[in-house]
């Protein structure tokens, strides 16, 4: 099977020809967080060393549920001792003027809330502690 | 004529604007907040005031702002857009008393059909057909319970100030009720500082079909048509498209003159549109349809129908704001060939379409024939956390439906943005679904097949993309490499927008 050929032709557009076919593939994006685009699919480069870059893609849940993005606290439907089941609403969080329900990710109970309705809320700061985590359960809501 | 317009807006539809002032020798003057001092919009326009903070409500949403803005620009007249404050009555009215030219229906009318249920009360008196609902009288938790009740699960839960499926919520068990009429009335106080709400019964497969219309202030009112925009999330419109495949010639004639009555017995002016269900669950090609609400200023999706009948909208907006005639008779109007308008959304649709937030490492919109693109960024714009995620809409226009979605597609294919998600790849997903080819659509359409639409890709890269990526390592790591840091190389003009 043959190599394929590259060649630049604008600033991060690629011209590849692999294969008799061409595709024109973009890349973009800090030295650690390369996308590229093709046939109006994203794609996201893997780290040298083996991580995924995409914080979504981690390989083990942590016992907390973390802010999405920023946004701000409009409610919080559990406290200290709550029992959860998985899908329940926890938090419901406004961003660009829509809510989102924030969603317990796994059955457990409530060890620690970290926001307060009103608060504003960063990327990836946690919310919620679980004080029952399954080691395979996925993290993310 | 006008002489200089404030936009009170931002983002595409802002840029949408300024480019007809430009055509009509009207000086534009653009609004801005601090988030969006180097907002694509600011550049566009003939001048530009900063209106506040980040946040909407101590900028764009602020009538003391804007209304300051106008009076130190010294302009005559005000286009809100769409969202914000264009169909707040309050603002309308405090235009009128300051005497300066909303361009959009008088307060009293925005008012009226901005209340959805003084709207649903008007239409009946006007012998429209409204969606069965009632409006309970006591708005407590129960009751609210009640009135759901008494319309029938299911129903949908509204905001009467609502709009942009803010507010608005679908109930199917009883359980459900009561965090649902809940976080309407939140998101209802939230959004429109109203939380009042009504319930009307819901239809399983309805398709959603509106009407637009135009008034003059002479008298004369012309319909231009219909969009259909079937393909919603949650009540956002996300595919839109003209003309619709549900509608006979017979159908379209008794839809189109109901929205005319619609704006004539409310005393309408300028561009609106009249929002209809279509209960098509009995198959008959003469489906009822049901006045579900009226949009009192111009609507997301107006450029399918600018598509199609040839008229600029927004020009025609700011001529009969002008007091102008409208120049078309009734019926002298056509509908030419077809046009369909993705929405291009900052959003994740692999994480429950959660809104992104970031810079456009790189953002190059494509050209075709029959393509066109109305934007709000372009390569180096920060996707801001306060305000809507839309970066722009593609409208595909061609002689047939089948010609339209095809040049849709390809032009979604050769659209890159890399910097946030985006719901391009869901775009093309929907485009190419047997069901949207077929014209099978509904407004449950998007969430009956959320699973194949949102699926993820399988994992790993394919072998052009790893090539490509490669040769960006080589480029960014190999010292003296083409391309690396030449000042004279013209690419590394947009260097500095790198994150």
Redesign the interface.
Known sequence: MS??I?R?I?????R?E??DRV?????????D???????????R?ELPHGGRVDG?ARTHAEPLLTA????TV??VLVSNGSTVRRGD?VI?L???????AIRAPRDGIVAAVHCREGDLVQPESVLIDFAEARPDAEN?? | MLQRLLIANRGEIAIRIIKACRELGVESVAVYSDADARAAHVNAADRAVLVGPAP?GQSYLSIPRILRAVQESGADAVHPGYGFLSENATFAAACEAAGIVFVGPPSDVIARMGSKIEARRLMQAAGVPVVPGETPDEQSDAGIGRTAGRVGLPVVIKASAGGGG?GMRRVTRPEELQ?AIQ?AR??AM??FDDGTLYVERWFERPRHVEVQVLADGHGRIVHLYERECSIQRRHQKVIEESPSVALTSQLRDRLTEAAVSAARSVGYRNAGTIEFLLDTQGGSREAPFYFLEMNTRLQVEHPVTEQVTGVDLVRAQILVASGDPIPWTPGSLGQRGHAIEARIYAEDPA??F????GRL??Y?EPQGPGIRIDSGVEEGSEVS?????LLAKVIAAGETRDVATSRLMDA????????V??N??FL?RVLSHPRFQSGQIDTGFLDAEDAVLTAS?PAG?????R???????D??TVPGA??NGDRDDP??R?KGW??
Do not use: C
Not at chain 1, 33 to 43: I, K, T
Not at chain 2, 354 to 357: E, H, K, M, V
Not at chain 2, 413 to 418: A, G, N, T, W
């Open positions: 190599l394929p590259v630049q604008a600033s991060g557009a690629y590849v692999h294969e595709a024109i593939v973009y890349v973009a994006g800090p030295p967080d390369r996308w590229a685009f093709w046939n109006g699919q994203v794609y480069n979504s999405p993005m920023p946004a409009v409610k609403v419901v406004e961003a660009m003027k829509m809510e989102l993310r809501p | 909407a803010k965090e976080s939140r998101e939230a959004a994480r429950g959660l809104p992104q937030a490492w790189l190059r956390v306060h305000y809507d995620p979604l294919r050769r659209f890159p943005v890399l910097g998600r985006t391009i790849r093309l890709e890269l394919p072998a052009v993309v090539a490509a990526f490669e040769a960006h390592e480029r960014a083409p391309g690419w590394n947009l790198r994150g």
